[in-house]
């Protein structure tokens, strides 16, 4: 699979390139090298083209599952914490625990969105 290494001269790890590409099993990008997906580790990103790997439909219908599921338990949350009752009379720990739920939700929506965006158009 063709991937393109950067960020290998900030972690010291140029003259490694020809081993981890060896190990990882990882070919030099040739003309028309369009990344789709990337990963991140420390300084060094790896960028792959997945277009002909994934079923980018089957891939696009299962993010929107999971945004639904996130959005539905954003609005259950905000509700939840909206009701002054609840908040006065539920115990901290419960109020907190549906916080959490909001905050985790939030950043759930945000990822899920990003990588929706981030696959090719159909």
């Given at each position: ?65 999971d945004l639904a599921v996130a959005q539905k338990e954003l609005q259950t949350a905000t509700a939840k914490l909206a009701n002054v009752d609840f908040v006065a009379r539920a115990p901290e ?30």
């Open positions: 699979m063709a991937a393109r290494l950067t960020g290998l001269e900030a972690g010291g790890l140029t003259d490694q390139e020809p081993l981890v590409r060896s190990l990882t099993r990882l070919d030099q990008p040739a003309d028309g090298f369009a990344p789709t997906a990337s990963l991140s580790v420390r300084t060094v990103t790896v960028e792959l083209d997945l277009s002909g790997a994934i079923d980018v439909a089957a891939e696009r219908a299962r993010l929107a599952k720990p419960v109020v907190a625990k549906v916080r959490g739920r909001l905050t985790g939700a939030e950043a759930d929506i945000q990822r899920l969105s990003a990588q929706l965006d981030a696959l090719p158009a159909p």
